[in-house]
């Protein structure tokens, strides 16, 4: 599987700040996904980030509020703009394995919004 | 749209089974997963199963479809306290659709 590492690991912000989380995967892989683990809650699919393209949002997910960088095959990075509370959460990011459909899923990154 | 239902809870003894249990709705999910998360720990894949597949073993982990009835079951034998965690399925479609989690069954184990 692959070793992918999250930075930083948590953290704890004020609303209308910005933070961008950094992943980082020890092989190339051609995609990437953010995902968001509310308290209590699921994961929810942010968006997929491909390498050389823009990345795709899912709903309720916008490129303003969660712009997302993939400048190579084995970096990106999420940003979460102007936050508020309810932006606390564990940001996770995911990668492809060496098979197509196996996701391999990032230590993540704890937020908190105060 | 999509949706995965699990149950939030499930409490076994030390060494008994336990039987973790998944519905979803997307007919065309093609692949099936489960995950586990510790305590502040991030998401291990466990195993995962085609959807033109019945059952798949691995260890002591035995996972059932029954695709009709859209239901995917975990079975772990001989559950030990290491087991304690949140344990996740998810569906897919396969390619950059990404994965559709329920919200995680919390497994206790009772001494």
């Known amino acids: 599987s692959a070793v992918i590492s999250q930075k930083p690991s948590r953290d704890i912000c004020q609303r209308g700040t910005s933070l961008t989380i950094q992943c980082q995967v020890d092989?190339?892989?051609?995609?990437m996904f953010w995902y968001r683990q509310q308290p209590g809650q699921s994961l929810t699919l942010i968006a997929t980030?491909?390498?050389?393209?823009?990345?795709?949002?899912e709903s309720g997910f916008v490129i303003d509020k969660f712009p997302i960088s993939r400048p190579n095959l084995t970096f990106s990075t999420l940003t979460v703009s102007n936050m508020s509370p309810e932006d606390s959460s564990i940001y996770l990011c995911s990668v492809e394995g060496r098979g197509p459909l196996e996701q391999y899923f990032g230590p993540g990154t704890r937020l908190t919004v105060t | 749209g999509e949706d995965v239902e699990q149950s939030l809870f499930l409490s076994v003894r030390e060494g008994d089974s336990s039987v973790i249990n998944c519905t979803y709705t997307d007919s065309s999910s093609t692949y099936l997963y489960w995950y586990k998360q510790e305590p502040g720990a991030g998401l291990q894949l466990l195993t995962y199963?085609?959807?033109?597949?019945d059952m798949k073993q691995d260890q002591r982990l035995t996972v059932l479809l029954n695709k009709k009835d859209k239901h995917l079951s975990l079975r772990i034998a001989d559950t030990q306290t290491g087991d304690s965690a949140i344990y996740f399925c998810a569906e897919g479609g396969g390619g950059a659709d990404g994965l559709t989690f329920g919200k995680g069954t919390h497994l206790i184990i009772q001494p």
């Open positions: 092989s190339q892989v051609t995609m």
């Open positions: 199963i085609f959807s033109n597949m």
């Open positions: 980030a491909n390498q050389g393209s823009e990345a795709t949002y």
